[in-house]
Structure formats: structure tokens, C-alpha cells
């Protein structure tokens, strides 16, 4: 697969379609479900953008339950979220935030029919290619580099509640400046954002090392019970843990308390791929992966209905945890035989 940017055309298009909007006009902004730093840092900054070119009816969502992770909830432009339920029924405009595929926008993914226009801003390799324009740079670290391109192209100043929007959603999907793709672009736009006077030490506090001491405990209790099995994945080794609902609940947590422990799992020096099983319902369970850089993880997570990207995927799953880990297992094998 050859990795390159949008073409001329769509960046141009993209321009026309924010500028064939009436002031006045809906624009519904839409991020993926259980929304991350990135999905929801570009989309609110983006959200700040469009305010600040004169646009009033601004709505920002995401399918599912309305409940944004409690490292992101005071974000800049957090006045602009509205439940699914209140999402504008026929926009005039959509504009779509690091959603590889269309079954990430849930009850959401009718609104690009019901708008003359959709914009997708993403950067998975995996992206489908959905939406009439399309702005799906697999080079770019976050949705936010886009994002900040098309702010660019429309005239908007960075001011200091924009970048921090941006600024987040960078940091979340370079893991603080650390993954493969902590490029010099990335670095030259965390200078930039920086630049408007916000304050990336009290940023990272907040969305990196932060958290209630139930979650703390949660982590310990869900990382104890960790397997290593160092002849999976072809002899590379995987790591695997699981955590329940009933997990969430003895400790008292939201669910987005599960999404930072793939951090110390992979961690785990013996084992190229890291996997973490996380209840979502009876029976069903949202499993990320990570590889250490052997093993194509997107490929694993796209075989069972997901997506991701190469070192980074997840996928929804059905039945037992033990069951799930098995069918990792056994399509690693498969992969790598
Ligand atoms: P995480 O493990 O942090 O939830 O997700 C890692 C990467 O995989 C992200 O880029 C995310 O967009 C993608 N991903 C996670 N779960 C799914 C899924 O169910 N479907 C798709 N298409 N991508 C997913
Ligand atoms: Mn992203």
C-alpha cells in the first residue's frame, strides 16, 4: 500500500464545502464511538475553527452513550457536544473525525446520506473510503495534523483553545511524542499550538497522569491477572489480559478507565503483540492490540471486522474472553505462518 496524502483536488474541495455553507447553516460534526483524545480534540478544534469564521450552528457528537472520558472533559469547545439524540437531523454539512470505517458513527452514519456534503478528516491506513470528500492522510500522526491543514486552508488563526484541542489529540495519538510516527511535522505543530500560550505540562498531567484511585486499583488488579505465552505469534509472543464489567463496577469506574491499560501491557518486553479484552455488554467485548512492530495488527483486527493501523487496532468481539483470546491466537498463527 502506497501512503499519500489527499490530493489538490480534495483539499479544494474540502475548502468549497465548508465555504458553500451559510452561515446559518447546520453543521454537525461527527467523532467515533468511545471517543479518544484525537476524536474528539480535532473535532472540538475544528468545531472552535468554524465558530470563529462566523458559523452558529455548530454541533459536535458521537454515537453511543453521551459520555466524554473525564481526562477530556473540560476541553475547549465542549459547549459545542450534543448527545446522538440531538444531532441535527439533515445537516447541511458533516464533517467526520478519525473514523476509519462507517460502523464507528453507530446511529450516526445515516447523517452523511441526509447532507448534500460530508468532509472526512482521518488518517488510518484502513479507511474505507466513505464520505463525498475525502481527507485520509495515513502519513499524519493524528486526525488533528489534518485538521489543522484544512483550519489553515480556511483562514483560521490558531488561537490558545484551538491548539489545546489539537495539542491533546496530538499527544494521545503519538503517545506523548513517543510512537514511530513522532515525525518533524508533528514536532513543528506542537511548537506551533505551544506557541498560542498553552501549557503542555498541566495538558499532559490531565489526560496522561491523572486518575482516580479506584482506576488505579482497577489497573493493578486487571494487569495481575496478565498472561505471557512467548511461543504465540509465531515465537514473537503475546501478552494478554481481560477486564469485566463487574471489574468496572467493585471499583466503581467508567469504562474509558480500560482504554490505558494497553499502555503498561505492552510494555511487556517479551511479547511482540499486546492484547487487552474489555467487556462492553453481556458477551461482548472491545479487544485492542498492539504490536511491537512483527506482526501487522491492523490485518488481524480488519479479519475480524475492525481496523486500526499497522501497530495499533482493535476490533468488537463476541462470547467468552478466553474464546476471543483464542481466535487472536489463532489468526496471528495464521498471519504468520
Ligand atoms: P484502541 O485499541 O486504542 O481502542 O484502538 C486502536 C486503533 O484501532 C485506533 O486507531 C482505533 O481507531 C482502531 N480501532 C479500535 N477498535 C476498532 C473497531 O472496532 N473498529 C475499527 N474499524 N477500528 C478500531
Ligand atoms: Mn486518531
Redesign the pocket.
Known amino acids: 500500500m502506497t501512503l499519500s496524502g489527499p490530493a489538490a483536488e480534495q483539499w479544494a474541495a474540502a475548502v468549497a464545502a465548508v465555504r458553500c455553507t451559510g452561515a446559518d447553516d447546520e453543521v454537525q460534526l461527527i467523532c467515533?464511538v468511545?471517543p479518544?483524545g484525537d476524536a474528539l480534540g480535532s473535532m472540538l478544534g475544528f468545531g472552535l475553527g468554524l465558530r470563529r469564521l462566523g458559523y452558529t450552528r455548530v454541533r459536535a457528537s458521537f454515537p453511543g452513550e453521551f459520555a466524554v472520558p473525564g481526562p477530556y472533559a473540560g476541553l475547549p469547545g465542549s459547549a459545542l457536544l450534543a448527545p446522538e439524540t440531538e444531532a441535527y437531523a439533515a445537516p447541511r454539512l458533516v464533517v467526520v473525525f478519525?473514523v476509519?470505517?462507517e460502523?464507528?458513527l453507530g446511529g450516526l452514519a445515516g447523517r452523511l446520506a441526509a447532507a448534500p456534503v460530508s468532509v472526512v478528516l482521518d488518517h488510518?491506513a484502513?479507511n474505507t473510503g466513505f464520505g463525498t470528500v475525502r481527507l485520509v492522510d495515513p502519513r499524519a500522526a493524528a486526525t488533528s495534523v489534518v485538521a489543522d491543514e484544512l483550519l489553515a486552508r480556511l483562514g483560521v488563526p490558531l488561537d490558545a483553545e484551538i491548539a489545546e484541542c489539537l495539542y491533546v489529540a496530538l499527544a494521545t495519538d503519538t503517545g506523548s511524542f513517543k510512537f514511530d510516527m513522532t515525525t518533524v511535522t508533528v514536532h513543528e505543530l506542537a511548537a506551533r499550538l505551544i506557541a498560542t500560550g498553552i501549557r503542555p505540562g498541566e495538558i499532559s498531567r490531565r489526560i496522561f497522569d491523572s486518575r482516580p484511585f479506584g482506576a488505579m486499583k482497577l489497573t493493578g488488579e486487571v494487569l495481575g491477572r496478565a498472561v505471557l505465552e512467548p511461543a504465540a505469534a509465531g515465537g514473537r509472543g503475546m501478552v494478554w489480559t481481560y477486564a469485566t464489567l463487574a471489574d468496572l463496577e467493585r471499583h466503581g469506574q467508567p469504562p474509558y478507565v480500560l482504554?490505558a491499560l494497553?499502555d503498561p501491557v505492552r510494555s511487556v518486553a517479551e511479547a511482540d503483540v499486546a492484547v487487552?479484552v474489555k467487556q462492553v455488554a453481556a458477551g461482548e467485548w472491545?479487544?485492542?492490540?498492539?504490536s511491537k512492530g512483527a506482526v501487522d495488527v491492523?490485518g488481524v483486527?480488519m479479519s475480524q471486522?475492525?481496523?486500526?493501523?499497522r501497530l495499533?487496532?482493535?476490533?468488537?468481539a463476541y462470547g467468552e474472553a478466553a474464546d476471543v483470546v483464542d481466535t487472536v491466537r489463532r489468526i496471528l498463527d495464521e498471519h504468520l505462518s
Open positions: 467515533h468511545n479518544d478519525d476509519a470505517s460502523s464507528r488510518h484502513s482504554d494497553i487487552v472491545s479487544v485492542s492490540l498492539r491492523s483486527a471486522g475492525g481496523g486500526g493501523h495499533a487496532a482493535g476490533f468488537t
